[in-house]
């Protein structure tokens, strides 16, 4: 009989998450925050209205956006179709919640670091555990590499740059892949274009809201790349003037 131990069983690979839209990351972000930071049971569930406000807020978002109504509802009709969001009837007015807790995980702190990458997008986990905090407690950096362990290792939240560098940059897990791609370069310094950040713009603009959202996001990294440029070069060691023999 051979004392060999069987292999362990190989673990299951993370799930592929399917891509959110824009406007579903910024529906799904606001009514997670408001949900995370509502002292009362009159601010959530949210009406459309609260919600329309929510997006279009300045503060905390990343783009900031100009939504109106109708295409808040097409989102949250989306939404709800996916059991992302649910419709509560009654009362005066019909309100909506989020149902991430089931959909992703039922950490407090993981829901709210999910909620602030949706709104604002890639960021180093510095300031992400700075702006998570307002809705759970995330005190020290070391608590936050607690809370994105199992996030990342199912893949609900992606590194954009090495997990261990100073300034390391994460964000969710939601983009499609050409978008990660970018996202990857451009915060890894590789060599991305402005007409390559603008690209999908371009290619295929979708009707809509999804379509300025994309524009304002490759717009932003546009920037980005050539404020990089210039650091770079304005960084660059300059030679020292020869003097004429």
């Known amino acids: 009989m051979s004392s060999d131990a069987s292999p362990a069983p190989e673990q299951p690979p993370a799930p592929a998450w399917v891509p959110l839209s824009p406007l579903d990351r ?9 949900q995370k930071t509502s002292k009362n049971s009159d601010s959530y569930p949210l009406t459309l209205n609260a919600l329309v406000t929510g997006c279009n807020q300045k503060s905390n978002r990343d783009p ?26 009654g009362g005066r007015t019909d309100r909506y919640r989020h149902e991430m807790y089931n959909q992703w995980t039922q950490s407090g702190p993981g829901i709210a670091v999910l909620a602030e990458l949706l ?4 960021q180093t986990k510095g300031d992400l555990r700075t702006r ?3 809705m759970a407690p ?4 070391d608590a936050l590499e607690e809370v994105l362990h199992p996030l990342v290792e199912r893949r609900l939240v992606v590194y954009l740059t090495g997990p ?4 390391a940059v994460v964000t969710h897990g939601f983009h499609t892949d050409d978008e990660l791609s970018r996202l990857k370069a451009l915060h890894a310094g590789g060599p ?7 690209a999908p713009v371009a290619r295929s603009a979708p009707p809509g809201i999804d379509a300025r959202l994309t524009a304002a996001l490759a717009e932003i990294e546009s920037l980005k790349t050539r404020v990089a440029a210039l650091e770079a ?11 004429n023999p």
């Open 26 to 34: 910024r529906i799904l972000g606001v009514l997670i925050e408001k």
């Open 64 to 89: 900031v956006v100009e939504l109106d109504e109708i295409e808040v509802e097409d989102g949250l009709e989306s939404l709800q179709e996916r059991g992302f969001v649910t419709r509560i009837e």
């Open 119 to 122: 709104l604002r997008g890639a």
């Open 132 to 134: 998570a905090a307002r």
């Open 138 to 141: 995330i005190d020290t950096l």
């Open 164 to 167: 261990d560098r100073r300034g």
């Open 192 to 198: 991305v274009s402005i007409s390559d950040a603008a």
């Open 233 to 243: 070069q304005l960084g660059a060691p300059q030679k020292p003037p020869t003097s």
